[in-house]
């Protein structure tokens, strides 16, 4: 134990100083050999061979054999033992962080004798625990899916929409669309900003990854029982592997085209203060791949490049001004790209190196459909940037046939910047009905940034004792810089405080008995720009203790730990979070077509950072009435004024976070979460009650994806924000269902 404790230190200690990453991005092939007797047969040669060349291993004093960090994709595989006969065995699938297990039996006779074995690999994986699904771009090219890897999640067991979070951010085993943790070849493109796929808007909903499924060797939906390995997550973890080049030159070319004649009618809507309708859309994207060796058996190469373009047309509302334009479209573009390459050193040693993004460009135009519900087209704006940009570099490696390293170091980027066409409040006159929208867009994204670099390792040590141990064991650090720059259009202005605002206002002129109409500020704000950030540390053990070749029994334990930091609260720490898991598989049939297997695990989400822009920074917001459309004559306190069964005598608010010391702040922040968690813990019950009711659906989720929610009763506004800035420090219904279950898996 001491000599244990001792490597693993001495290894922690290494890979800090090399900064290094590791969620899985290949496969395994292992297995069991013995004689016609059932005898184990220690030294015998396997040779498995692939796309990047050849690999080989030999039998330990169990028999057994294991071949890490195998490329996803076809292999054969040949077992060599003097006085045997050579097996030889083709077509075995290698998925992504999937072990195969082979076990065979090797007959008496010559070395140049051979069996050939005919026939698939196991249909079911007797080791693993986890539910979920492994998507392949071939099988995915023949099926009737969207064309970006978002759009593929849904083929998978458990995994639902999520309604106004967008598609690209799907609900999976019940938790909501923003529970979910994203790694593409080992990098997370997790919003740090708010848990969503890639660049996230709370006006657009998902606006990134656009990769599309052209670029994937394989994309793996894990939605419950996942290893200790795993965490950030109380929904599903999606994992994506990318293709790499080959010792065969390939490359393909390629065109789609989603035309509006293919469509079917959209249904029209019609609402009595308007609707914008779809009426038409298109998207169409062309693109090539090329892969291939520059040094046959050891460097290898692989790009990509695909641009789409995405048109959307509306259609304002009969009678109002701009109908009279008819069809207007939406216009997008992105801008895909990836580029990998493989250095196999020895065919113990590798190192990839991978590069992956979706820069995008919005026209100016109606980027919001509710653009079209203003008098004029003073409601359209550019999206001048958004998607991202991916780094990673990974070093795979096996020491000894007992000692093996996965190691990497990542970087995230993705940002969004909207631009409105007129700086001009936004003013909604509800005296009259329909009401009637003049001035600019109001709310909007000035320039939100999320930069990530994240450095983690996974080591495993293989040791014999009551059966064959694999013990993993690892840790990953993150660290998120969050910027964030939400802006009003229109002119600042001075409150009825005396203060000056940093952004425009959103104004509603409301009908008054005594004073005709009067001019309410219903959002301004004192601040526009917060700078958050955050550091993440997670470390874990786990073992795959295979007792024989048909019982798995996989325990675990994970601890992880985050600190946020806004403009007035630095370093506020969520600490002792340990998550253990336990699973245990077994193949009662002995012939890889079924198993039992069940797990039991707690998982944590990781709290993004916009609880550190709105909780721990600071967020004066204000609302005011006045006289007039200028905002130079504020009502005074005291005057009844309002429209009728709404006077009030109270015109100006404004809430404000002062500067509190650390306790202060941890005792306030302590309270919310007791607050929320009651909430939730209601709206879980909620929710496992509506999941157990046919046709019932869930109504459970985060902060909205719009940017207008105060037509929403002020109740529903205040346990969004609660469940939105609490919900990760609970277990989620969903995950606790999918960590703790019992099931029989067959063909």
Same mark, same amino acid.
Request: proline share 5%; aromatic share 8%.
């Given at each position: 134990?001491?000599?244990?404790?001792?490597?693993?230190?001495?290894?922690? @200690?290494?890979?800090?100083?090399?900064?290094?990453?590791?969620?899985?991005?290949?496969?395994?092939?292992?297995?069991?050999?013995?004689? =016609?007797?059932?005898?184990?047969?220690? /030294?015998?040669?396997?040779?498995?061979?692939?796309?990047?060349?050849?690999?080989?291993?030999?039998?330990?004093?169990?028999?057994?054999?294991?071949?890490?960090?195998?490329?996803?994709?076809?292999?054969?595989?040949?077992?060599?033992?003097?006085?045997?006969?050579?097996?030889?065995?083709?077509?075995?699938?290698?998925?992504?962080? !999937?072990?195969?297990?082979?076990?065979?039996?090797?007959?008496?006779?010559?070395?140049?004798?051979?069996?050939?074995?005919?026939?698939?690999? *196991?249909?079911?994986?007797?080791?693993? $625990?986890?539910? +979920?699904?492994?998507?392949?771009?071939?099988?995915?090219?023949?099926?009737?899916?969207?064309?970006?890897?978002?759009?593929? @999640?849904?083929?998978?067991? +458990?995994?639902?929409?999520?309604?106004?979070?967008?598609?690209?951010?799907?609900?999976?085993?019940?938790?909501? /669309?923003?529970?979910?943790?994203?790694?593409?070849?080992?990098?997370?493109?997790?919003?740090?900003?708010?848990?969503?796929?890639?660049?996230?808007?709370?006006?657009?909903?998902?606006?990134?990854?656009?990769?599309?499924?052209?670029?994937?060797?394989?994309?793996?939906?894990?939605?419950?029982?996942?290893?200790?390995?795993?965490?950030?997550? $109380?929904?599903?973890?999606?994992?994506?592997?990318?293709?790499? /080049?080959?010792?065969?030159?390939?490359?393909?070319?390629?065109?789609?085209?989603?035309?509006?004649?293919?469509?079917?009618?959209?249904?029209?809507?019609?609402?009595?203060?308007?609707?914008?309708?779809?009426?038409?859309?298109?998207?169409?994207?062309?693109? =090539?791949?090329?892969?291939?060796?520059?040094?046959?058996?050891?460097?290898?190469?692989?790009?990509?490049?695909? *641009?789409?373009?995405?048109?959307?047309?509306?259609?304002? *509302?009969?009678?109002?001004?701009?109908?009279?334009? +008819?069809?207007?479209?939406?216009?997008?573009?992105?801008?895909?790209?990836?580029?990998?390459?493989?250095?196999?050193?020895?065919?113990?040693?590798?190192?990839?190196?991978?590069?992956?993004?979706?820069?995008?460009?919005?026209?100016?135009?109606? !980027?919001?459909?509710?653009?079209?519900?203003?008098?004029?087209?003073?409601?359209?704006?550019?999206?001048?940037?958004?998607?991202?940009?991916?780094?990673?570099?990974?070093?795979?490696?096996?020491?000894?046939?007992?000692?093996?390293?996965?190691?990497?170091?990542?970087?995230?980027?993705?940002?969004?910047?909207?631009?409105?066409?007129?700086?001009?409040?936004?003013?909604?006159?509800?005296?009259?009905?329909?009401?009637?929208?003049?001035?600019?867009?109001?709310?909007?994204?000035?320039?939100?940034?999320?930069?990530?670099?994240?450095?983690?390792?996974?080591?495993?040590?293989?040791?014999?004792?009551?059966?064959?141990?694999?013990?993993?064991?690892?840790?990953?650090?993150?660290?998120?810089?969050?910027? !964030?720059?939400?802006?009003?259009?229109?002119? $600042?202005?001075?409150?009825?405080?005396?203060?000056?605002?940093?952004?425009?206002?959103?104004?509603?002129?409301?009908?008054?008995?005594?004073?005709?109409?009067?001019?309410?500020?219903?959002?301004?704000?004192?601040?526009?720009?917060?700078?958050?950030?955050?550091?993440?540390?997670?470390?874990?053990?786990?073992?795959?203790?295979?007792?024989?070749?048909?019982?798995?029994?996989?325990?675990?334990?994970?601890?992880?730990?985050?600190?946020?930091?806004?403009?007035?609260?630095?370093?506020?720490?969520?600490?002792?979070?340990?998550?253990?898991?336990?699973?245990?598989?077994?193949?009662?049939?002995?012939?890889?077509?079924?198993?039992?297997?069940?797990?039991?695990?707690?998982?944590?989400?990781?709290?993004?950072?916009?609880?550190?822009?709105?909780?721990?920074?600071?967020?004066?917001?204000? $609302?005011?009435?006045?006289?007039?459309?200028?905002?130079?004559?504020?009502?005074?306190?005291?005057?009844?004024?309002?429209?009728?069964?709404?006077?009030?005598?109270?015109?100006?608010?404004?809430?404000?976070?002062?500067?509190?010391?650390?306790?202060?702040?941890?005792?306030?922040?302590?309270?919310?979460?007791?607050?929320?968690?009651?909430? #939730?813990?209601?709206?879980?019950?909620?929710?496992?009650?509506?999941?157990?009711?046919?046709?019932?659906?869930?109504?459970?989720?985060?902060?909205?994806?719009?940017?207008?929610?105060?037509?929403?009763? #002020?109740?529903?506004? #205040?346990?969004?924000?609660?469940?939105?800035?609490?919900?990760?420090?609970?277990?989620?219904?969903?995950?606790?269902?999918?960590? #703790?279950?019992?099931?029989?898996?067959?063909?």
């Amino acid at each position: 134990m001491r000599c244990l404790t001792g490597t693993i230190a001495l290894v922690w @200690l290494a890979l800090m100083t090399a900064m290094a990453h590791a969620q899985t991005t290949t496969g395994t092939v292992s297995g069991r050999i013995v004689d =016609a007797q059932g005898l184990v047969l220690p /030294g015998v040669v396997v040779t498995v061979t692939g796309p990047q060349g050849a690999k080989s291993a030999t039998t330990d004093g169990e028999g057994r054999f294991t071949l890490p960090f195998l490329t996803p994709g076809a292999y054969s595989l040949k077992a060599e033992l003097l006085g045997f006969k050579t097996i030889e065995r083709a077509n075995i699938a290698v998925r992504l962080d !999937q072990t195969v297990d082979l076990p065979m039996t090797m007959e008496v006779g010559a070395l140049n004798e051979s069996v050939t074995v005919v026939g698939s690999a *196991p249909l079911v994986n007797a080791t693993q $625990t986890t539910i +979920g699904a492994n998507l392949e771009s071939a099988t995915l090219s023949t099926l009737p899916v969207g064309r970006r890897f978002s759009d593929t @999640l849904y083929l998978a067991p +458990g995994v639902s929409s999520r309604g106004n979070l967008g598609s690209a951010n799907p609900s999976v085993s019940g938790s909501s /669309g923003l529970e979910n943790q994203y790694i593409v070849d080992g990098v997370n493109i997790t919003n740090g900003g708010y848990g969503a796929l890639g660049s996230y808007s709370i006006v657009f909903g998902s606006l990134g990854n656009g990769t599309p499924y052209d670029f994937m060797q394989e994309v793996q939906v894990k939605t419950g029982g996942y290893e200790a390995e795993y965490g950030e997550s $109380t929904g599903g973890v999606i994992n994506v592997v990318t293709k790499s /080049g080959t010792n065969d030159l390939r490359g393909s070319a390629f065109g789609y085209t989603h035309p509006d004649s293919f469509e079917n009618s959209w249904r029209r809507v019609q609402t009595t203060n308007g609707t914008v309708n779809t009426v038409q859309t298109r998207l169409s994207d062309a693109g =090539a791949t090329i892969g291939g060796p520059a040094l046959h058996d050891h460097l290898f190469y692989f790009g990509a490049f695909d *641009p789409q373009w995405e048109t959307r047309t509306f259609m304002a *509302p009969p009678d109002f001004p701009l109908a009279s334009l +008819g069809g207007v479209d939406r216009d997008r573009r992105i801008i895909n790209y990836a580029a990998k390459g493989t250095w196999q050193v020895t065919p113990q040693h590798r190192f990839d190196g991978s590069f992956f993004g979706d820069p995008a460009h919005g026209d100016n135009g109606p !980027q919001r459909t509710n653009s079209l519900l203003n008098t004029t087209t003073s409601g359209f704006s550019e999206l001048d940037q958004y998607g991202g940009h991916n780094q990673t570099g990974r070093y795979s490696g096996v020491f000894t046939p007992r000692f093996l390293l996965d190691a990497s170091v990542g970087h995230a980027l993705n940002r969004i910047t909207e631009i409105p066409s007129v700086n001009d409040p936004q003013v909604i006159d509800r005296t009259v009905v329909p009401n009637v929208r003049t001035g600019g867009i109001g709310f909007y994204e000035a320039g939100n940034k999320s930069v990530s670099w994240q450095a983690r390792a996974k080591a495993t040590t293989i040791l014999d004792g009551a059966g064959q141990h694999q013990i993993g064991y690892g840790f990953n650090y993150d660290h998120v810089d969050y910027s !964030q720059i939400n802006q009003r259009t229109g002119p $600042t202005f001075v409150t009825p405080a005396g203060d000056r605002t940093a952004t425009g206002a959103q104004i509603d002129i409301l009908s008054d008995p005594n004073f005709e109409r009067i001019f309410r500020v219903v959002r301004a704000n004192l601040n526009a720009g917060r700078s958050t950030s955050q550091r993440y540390w997670a470390g874990f053990v786990e073992d795959s203790w295979q007792i024989g070749n048909y019982l798995t029994i996989r325990p675990g334990v994970r601890y992880e730990q985050e600190s946020l930091s806004g403009t007035l609260v630095q370093d506020f720490t969520l600490k002792q979070n340990w998550a253990p898991r336990i699973g245990a598989t077994w193949d009662f049939t002995k012939t890889g077509r079924a198993k039992v297997y069940g797990s039991y695990g707690r998982y944590y989400a990781r709290v993004p950072n916009d609880l550190a822009a709105r909780a721990l920074s600071a967020d004066a917001v204000i $609302t005011a009435d006045y006289f007039d459309s200028a905002l130079t004559r504020p009502i005074p306190n005291g005057v009844l004024a309002g429209p009728t069964g709404q006077r009030t005598t109270n015109h100006y608010t404004a809430r404000r976070k002062r500067r509190l010391d650390r306790s202060e702040h941890q005792a306030q922040l302590q309270q919310r979460v007791h607050r929320g968690n009651r909430l #939730r813990a209601a709206a879980q019950s909620h929710t496992r009650r509506a999941l157990r009711s046919p046709g019932s659906r869930p109504r459970l989720g985060r902060r909205p994806a719009v940017s207008d929610r105060r037509d929403r009763p #002020r109740h529903s506004r #205040r346990r969004d924000r609660q469940l939105h800035a609490n919900q990760p420090r609970t277990e989620h219904a969903g995950a606790r269902r999918a960590g #703790r279950q019992l099931r029989v898996a067959g063909p």
